[in-house]
């Protein structure tokens, strides 16, 4: 068979040559010359395929294709549910300053696509190589909710853990008294957060905040405590089992309060911070829940001019504090609201999306191949009542254009219609289920169109970030 050198892959080892090349059908495999290199699987002489031992072999010989704690560094992760899109996210990277997550995956996404932290750490890690990309970049666990994913994670070698402590906050009747918001807090373990309650009340209410525009009385305090507390406790414990885990060495740390139906006050930023901050929790970014709607794969929901008054005091907390990020979860396609983050951040922000690549993909799809393309948005318009449930999403399956009705040549249009892209973009795991294998036959064969589609996407999605640098 006939095979493609990848160019910017090639580097040279002690021993002789190694790099990646690309069969007809778009497949790349290891090509090595002159030393095998540790690899193994030969398939002919010299060639390997893109194994886990090959991946391992190859990240004790080359220091940069291991990801990096990335710290306070203005950075993006860019979920790639399909495991082909990381040379197009290098490619909107390169020259912008901005630090890339390439590896970034949550279980839940994991569950759907029925991969491994370890595939998407390897897919990830044979897109950088592909590309010579030399640069630091991270890998994310992201939505962990239990020290076993956060274990699976960090064996796989990621260098960042998201802790979404969701499922331990509490919603509360905010118009509540004092007395039943403190009865609410009889079963709560004051010994573990380590103070009594009229001493927490008193530690706020004793003077001013030190964050101009922020107040809060005794029953802001209360309920604060009582939605948060209990998440709070489960972030220190989450972090406690990574800290063990990586025995002294660094990593990046982030809490996820965002996947609540009620936004994070002011306060109650200043609050989560605080007491983490009490209780010896080191993070590099926090994801509050911001009000307007953040829905998957469409521009912000609300009134700009709000988010901004908003934001400015989330910032404020922020800089107070002064040792980590607002992570902008669910931030994909939010186009109108990077430069206020940005600004007013002081570039202390890390963007995370997820489906916008997947979605690109299926631009590509309906490019090249508009027969299976127009099946699978049928399939997911009618699948969209049954996936959307685990997500925020508003679209409408009357306002979803009907496939009969449009022509081969309209259909990559409806990638930029808000209802039928969010149908295609939460029924990912049913379609990769049923058209997976022929959907990323047809991505490998066609690998430049949909390197150079995610690169355009991201490059203005990065836009703001690269000017506010």
């Keep these: 068979m006939n095979y493609t050198k990848i160019e910017k892959s090639w580097i040279s080892l002690d021993g002789g040559t190694i790099g990646m090349v690309l069969d007809t059908e778009g497949n790349r495999f290891l090509r090595a010359e002159g030393d095998t290199f540790g690899l193994t699987g030969e398939i002919e002489p010299g060639l390997f395929p893109l194994s886990a031992g090959n991946a391992a072999a190859l990240r004790s010989k080359i220091p940069w294709l291991t990801p990096q704690p990335l710290g306070l560094k203005t950075s993006a992760g860019t979920g790639d549910r399909l495991g082909l899109a990381t040379p197009g996210h290098v490619l909107a ?5 901005i630090s890339p997550v390439f590896a970034q995956q949550s279980v839940r996404e994991n569950v759907r696509t029925h991969r491994t932290p370890q595939q998407v750490m390897d897919d990830a890690m044979w897109g950088v190589f592909e590309m010579g990309w030399k640069e630091p970049w991270g890998a994310d666990g992201d939505h962990l909710k239990t020290p076993e994913d956060a274990k699976s994670f960090f064996e796989a070698g990621f260098t960042f853990f998201t802790v979404d402590p969701g499922e331990h906050v509490r919603k509360v009747d905010e118009n509540a008294p004092e007395a039943q918001l403190k009865d609410a807090l009889k079963d709560f373990d004051f010994e573990q957060f380590g103070t ?23 029953l802001d305090i209360l309920t604060a405590l009582q939605k948060y507390g209990k998440a709070i406790l489960h972030v220190k414990k989450m972090f406690t089992v990574i800290s063990d885990l990586h025995h002294g060495r660094e990593f990046d740390f982030e809490v996820s309060v965002d996947e609540t139906d009620w936004p994070t006050s002011v306060f109650e930023h200043y609050f989560i911070a605080n007491e983490m901050k009490r209780l010896g929790i080191r993070w590099t970014s926090l994801a509050p829940r911001f009000i307007g709607r953040f829905e998957k794969g469409v521009d912000y929901i609300g009134d700009l001019k709000a988010f901004e008054a908003s934001y400015k005091l989330h910032a404020a907390v922020q800089k107070h504090f002064g040792t980590y990020k607002i992570s902008l979860h669910s931030g994909s396609d939010k186009f109108s609201i990077y430069k206020i983050c940005v600004v007013l951040s002081d570039d202390k922000v890390h963007l995370k999306t997820a489906g916008t690549s997947y979605l690109e993909a299926l631009r590509v799809l309906a490019m090249v191949n508009p027969g299976l393309f127009r099946e699978i948005y049928t399939f997911s318009r009618n699948r969209y009542d049954t996936d959307k449930v685990s997500y925020h999403v508003s679209a409408e399956f009357a306002k979803m254009p009907d496939p009969e009705q449009l022509s081969d040549a309209q259909l990559p249009a409806l990638l930029d219609n808000f209802h039928a892209r969010q ?47």
């Design 93 to 97: 990277f390169e020259g912008t300053g």
């Design 196 to 218: 009594k309650l009229e001493t927490l009340l008193e530690s706020y209410t004793a003077a001013p905040l030190p964050v101009e525009g922020v107040s809060c009385n005794r």
């Design 423 to 469: 149908a295609l973009h939460v029924c990912f795991g049913s379609v990769l289920d049923l058209y997976g294998k022929e959907f990323l036959a047809i991505l490998k064969k066609n690998s430049d169109l949909y390197d150079q589609t995610i690169k355009k996407h991201f490059d203005r999605h990065l836009a703001d970030f690269i000017a506010g640098k």
